[in-house]
């Protein structure tokens, strides 16, 4: 799809487009459909966007926010935008179950060494370990996304059993206000709406939980379909090429990065800044991607015996 100059769908990101030559604004640029949660992890294509380097390959990126990482994947399989970011574990389970979806660049790495999300519950909650939350209510993003992935693999790891778990879907940024009001026991929640929640007061670390699946893995990742792809192998190239150049930066700038963050996400800068820095990854490497595969087969959120390597496009 055409269109003719720089459409900003992040507010204030787009305002230093403004600045460009006449030349600049009047070039015709091929727009590209984005969507995702509010989560730190796509600060690649944000700073793709602040720093212009999207409108100079051009591309148009106009990004659309979803609830969860199972929306985008619905999103994308139905042709309503071009490329999701999501959550790895529901990419590859919707691969693994036949839905044509293709990995087209990198998101967010998860590292035990400076977790980006965790499990939280009530300052005067008496849960310690997983065995203590045994029947209990877990709020996640989607039912099989990372933050349910992550609840069981800790629960089981502590003590308790995961099959005995009750979950309530509920975006991350309502999954503080519902540990407060009790509606749920604990909840699993990714960056920047964990460090606001943490911050708050509100809510306690109870255990950063995606620990449990691996010290280190890719946990989400850009995709689009395989129609998309086929059809468009330049645009997604270059795309990609944007996404990774963005990434390397934005690991490097992190200052820079906090008030981009907190634009599109809404949390204050000084809760971004207390948490652990959200790094992104700059290549598809399948040693981040194996990790979370085999736990993904193990809970069966993935057909067991799938290979992400096939998903991966070149």
């Not at 877990?138 to 099959?163: E, H, P, Y």
């Amino acid at each position: 799809m055409k269109r003719a100059g720089f459409v900003a769908s992040i507010g204030a990101i787009g305002g230093a487009a403004a600045l460009l030559p006449v030349a600049a604004r009047a070039q015709t640029l091929t727009q590209i459909t984005v969507a995702s949660a509010p989560n730190d992890d796509l600060i690649a294509l944000l700073w793709g966007i602040e720093s212009g380097a999207f409108r100079k390959a051009g591309l148009d990126i106009v990004i659309q926010k979803a609830s969860s990482g199972s929306a985008v994947a619905a999103a994308v399989a139905g042709n309503a935008v071009d490329i999701g970011k999501s959550s790895l574990v529901s990419i590859l389970a919707g691969r693994s179950k036949g839905f044509p979806y293709v990995l087209v660049a990198p998101a967010g790495i998860y590292s035990g060494d400076g977790p980006t999300s965790g499990l939280v519950v009530a300052p005067n909650s008496t849960l310690k370990t997983g065995k203590d939350c045994n029947g209990k209510i877990m709020g996640v993003g989607a039912l099989n996304d990372l933050t349910a992935l992550g609840t069981m693999a800790w629960v089981d790891a502590t003590g308790g059993d995961s099959k005995t778990l009750r979950y309530v879907e509920i975006p991350a940024s309502a999954m503080a206000a519902a540990v407060e009001a009790g509606r749920i026991d604990g909840g699993t929640m990714p960056n920047p709406q964990f460090g606001q929640a943490i911050a708050s007061g509100k809510v306690r670390l109870l255990a950063n939980a995606n620990t449990a699946i691996a010290r280190r893995f890719l946990q989400a990742a850009y995709f689009a379909t395989t129609d998309y792809v086929a059809k468009n192998k330049a645009l997604v190239a270059t795309f990609r090429r944007v996404i990774d150049e963005a990434g390397a930066y934005a690991n490097a700038h992190r200052a820079q990065m906090i008030p981009i963050i907190s634009n599109f996400t809404g949390v204050e800068p000084a809760a971004i800044l207390a948490q652990p820095q959200q790094i992104v990854a700059t290549s598809l490497d399948i040693r981040l991607i194996q990790p979370l595969a085999d736990a993904a087969m193990k809970y069966n959120i993935v057909v067991a015996g799938f290979d992400p390597r096939t998903m991966i496009d070149n």
